[in-house]
């Protein structure tokens, strides 16, 4: 078993105690004997920097190695995240200039003596910038500090679901752009798939499909022959990988060439709060441009407390038609005669 596996788990709780009683984290650590990847990183964490600092945090190599396993810990619920560890997408470090192949080098096979003609190689791409995304979860002080099987597993499931959300929503909206090829659903599922298809496969690359929870539904209730795709999670359609994410839009569907996508995911950062006051919205309203006044609620004063997981990510297309999205699906379910 990883041992790094339940660190991010460890620090939450570590951190949460630490806030309600006023102890260093050290003493934390050595007070609830916690497993030795988390000891070491809150012994780790002075003032040169702090664990909600997802660039800091990325120098502890315990840390890199807890965010790992907790990305590797989402399953399904990222299409993002999965897609990167299975290979699909092409991993490229953070804070480089990245580019793809759109036209290969060719060469023939020529006599002794005989000129070898090549064509050009043209690269075109963007610099792999890292963005954040920010995963907030509130619960009852209780449910963290608890040590019991039942509620760390229900606080994990918590954080994953919130992680898994951020990071998707984070992913489309930096590879989405004006240029990406867009098209709206005609109605008819062959005809669209065709279209998206033409636009993006080159027989080259590595394509993959995601679609949002509405798209996956009306895809899996197809059932005519083209795919087995799940509703949930990563399965297939048309022989090609098919992710769910909760980060689209409903009646969306993306399709994608891995092989000119460049992203990864670096590190995570951990914070809490006990005195924020926070509007439990999906959708807040309450923001610099356009605040619209809301009821909020005072952590402190419900004996709750908010975690802050925090991911450094970067994701970029490096050619315009590296994807093409569809919307507005609804795709009537086909029977099979």
Same mark, same amino acid.
């Given at each position: 078993?990883n041992?790094?596996?339940? #660190?991010?788990? $460890? ?5 949460t105690?630490a806030? &309600? ?7 934390i650590a ?5 497993p ?6 809150? &012994? ?5 920097? #702090?664990?909600?600092?997802?660039? *800091? ?6 840390m ?13 619920? $990222? ?8 290979g699909?997408?092409?991993r490229?470090?953070?804070r480089?200039? %990245?580019?793809? !192949?759109?036209e290969? %080098?060719?060469?023939?096979? =020529? ?5 070898r ?6 690269? $075109? ?24 099987? /039942? ?26 752009t ?15 798939? &065709? =279209? ?23 895809i899996?209730l ?5 795919g ?10 048309l022989?090609?990988?098919? /992710?769910? $994410? ?17 992203a ?5 950062g %951990? ?5 924020a ?10 923001d610099a ?7 909020? %609620?005072?952590? *402190?004063?419900?004996n709750?407390?908010?975690? &802050? !997981? ?13 994807? /093409? ?5 609804? *795709? ?6």
């Amino acid at each position: 078993m990883n041992e790094h596996a339940s #660190t991010i788990l $460890s620090l939450v709780r570590a951190l949460t105690i630490a806030e &309600k009683t006023g102890e260093t984290h050290s003493d934390i650590a050595d007070r609830l004997r916690m497993p030795a990847p988390a000891a070491r990183v809150l &012994k780790a964490a002075v003032g040169a920097g #702090t664990l909600s600092d997802p660039g *800091w945090a990325s120098g502890l190599a315990d840390m890199q190695a807890a965010s790992s396993a907790f990305l590797q810990g989402l399953g399904g619920r $990222s299409a993002f995240a999965s897609l990167l560890d299975l290979g699909v997408l092409t991993r490229a470090p953070l804070r480089s200039r %990245v580019g793809a !192949v759109t036209e290969g %080098v060719v060469t023939d096979v =020529t006599g002794e003596g005989q000129s070898r003609p090549v064509s050009r190689m043209t690269l $075109s791409g963007d610099a792999l910038l890292p963005q954040q995304a920010d995963a907030i979860v509130v619960l009852s002080r209780e449910v963290i500090e608890n040590s019991s099987a /039942a509620s760390q597993a229900f606080v994990s499931r918590q954080l994953r679901r919130a992680v898994a959300r951020a990071l998707d929503v984070g992913f489309f909206d930096r590879l989405v752009t004006s240029s990406t090829p867009s098209f709206t659903s005609s109605g008819d599922h062959l005809s669209d798939l &065709k =279209t998206m298809l033409d636009a993006v496969n080159t027989g080259q690359g590595r394509l993959c499909w995601v679609a949002s929870t509405s798209a996956a539904n009306s895809i899996a209730l197809l059932n005519d022959g083209r795919g087995s795709a799940s509703p949930e999670g990563v399965s297939e359609f048309l022989n090609l990988p098919f /992710a769910v $994410s909760p980060g689209l839009a409903a009646g969306t569907l993306i399709l994608l060439d891995g092989d000119r996508v460049l992203a990864d995911i670096e590190s995570l950062g %951990v914070d809490i709060s006990r005195f924020a006051t926070l509007q439990m919205n999906d959708e807040p309203t309450m923001d610099a441009i356009t605040p619209t006044a809301t009821a909020v %609620v005072s952590l *402190w004063q419900t004996n709750a407390i908010a975690v &802050k !997981v925090s991911a450094l990510f970067g994701a970029v297309a490096g050619t315009p038609d590296a994807l /093409a999205v569809l919307t507005g699906i609804e *795709w009537p379910p086909v029977v099979s005669g």
